[in-house]
């Protein structure tokens, strides 16, 4: 069944809740009839009665998750509808003047900037607006718990236990990870591969490394995250050597990653403002994003939430990575953890298919993207 069939059909029930579950028909029956709301019951009744019987255990499994997928992406788009909506330029708050306040509608939210007074990273409001829009639809956990030491460099990694039985399935996609800023930190890359021994991580970070156990573990590269054809960057005043992502892949013969790390201080913002992702075949992005101005890490240019999410942020989405998550580096930073979800690829199978496509973006009342 296709992905991506018509109808509105509202996701009640996480899909990772059944992942690894195997049902009778009986139970099936009775989750699709729990998950889906009243609007899809005639898309349910078609399947439950003319195709669902029909097929064995492994596809009524499959069905069932396409139409989970389904849900979740309907549901994101929405949301995605509406978050856009904070770009119109337009006030449209109609509050009586002579109420003793006014909203100042979605214009109020485009002052708030990275400048000297007020901090896009700083605002509630605007951070909110970056969050999680779409759901992990597979197994989800955190590379380190906040309580636990090293506060920093914790990642969120969907999938993983996919990925893990993939790699006993013959013929399929090797788990290929690569780590792009270390800081001779490796927490995320040692928990990765203490869980998932058969992935192939490539670090790179010209300012540190490597340490003396990482040649057994990682293949370490000195050189830092370009974009295009630049190979050389200054950080901290001190000149360090880079090259872009497809030419990092390009160089390393993979054509595709699971997991693409990125924390670069700051420079995520010139690697997002003209990264072209056509072409490119990446599970999910996990980055660590900074909303401040910083001299030091060349955030120099003055942002506000229609600058991030126009600029940055939604060629991201338009290109099918959906953020499923956001929580703060630290309480003191401005520096914010996301992780984006290419929402065609399959941790299953390493398979990234057509669910979504760049004309499904949906359009916002009032707001030009």
């Given at each position: ?63 069932y998750n396409s139409l989970l997928d389904t849900c979740n992406l309907q549901n994101a788009l929405e949301r995605i509808k509406a978050r856009n909506g904070y770009l119109c330029t337009t006030n449209t ?211 506000t939430i229609v600058d991030t999410l126009k600029d940055y942020f939604i060629p991201l989405e338009k290109a099918g990575y959906f953020p499923i998550n956001l929580e703060p580096g630290a309480a003191t ?15 299953k199978t390493g398979v990234f298919d057509n669910m979504f496509t760049p004309d499904m973006y949906p359009s916002t009342p009032n707001v030009a993207l």
């Open positions: 069944m296709a992905k991506h069939m018509s109808g509105a059909i509202v996701l009640l029930v996480c899909a990772a809740t059944f992942a690894f579950r195997e049902y009778t028909h009986s139970a099936h029956v009775a989750q699709l009839t729990a998950s889906l709301s009243s609007c899809a019951a005639d898309k349910k009744d078609e399947y439950e009665k003319k195709e669902y019987e029909k097929k064995d255990e492994y596809e009524k499994q499959r069905v708050d109609n509050q009586a003047e002579d109420r003793h306040y006014t909203l100042g509608g979605t214009p109020a939210f485009h002052a708030i900037t990275d400048g000297v007074k007020t901090m896009v990273g700083e605002s509630a409001p605007i951070v909110s607006l970056l969050g999680g829009l779409y759901q992990c639809p597979f197994s989800l956990e955190r590379s380190n718990i906040v309580s636990t030491p090293m506060f920093d460099g914790g990642k969120w990694m969907c999938g993983l236990e996919e990925m893990i039985a993939r790699a006993k399935v013959p013929d399929t996609p090797k788990c290929v990870v690569y780590s792009f800023g270390s800081a001779d930190d490796d927490l995320f890359e040692d928990r990765l591969l203490k869980r998932h021994k058969g992935c192939e991580i490539h670090i790179y970070d010209p300012t540190s490394g490597p340490q003396k156990d990482w040649e057994q573990k990682y293949t370490y590269h000195k050189l830092g995250l370009c974009v295009q054809d630049v190979t050389k960057f200054t950080f901290l005043s001190k000149e360090y050597g880079c090259l872009s992502l497809k030419a990092a892949m390009k160089a390393n013969g993979h054509d595709h990653l699971d997991m693409l790390k990125i924390d670069v201080q700051g420079s995520e913002w010139k690697f997002l403002k003209v990264q072209d992702w056509k072409g490119l075949n990446i599970g999910q992005i996990q980055m660590e994003v900074h909303l401040h101005n910083d001299q030091c890490c060349g955030l120099t240019g003055v942002k930073t401005r520096n914010y953890e996301i992780v984006w979800l290419n929402v065609n690829w399959d941790p």
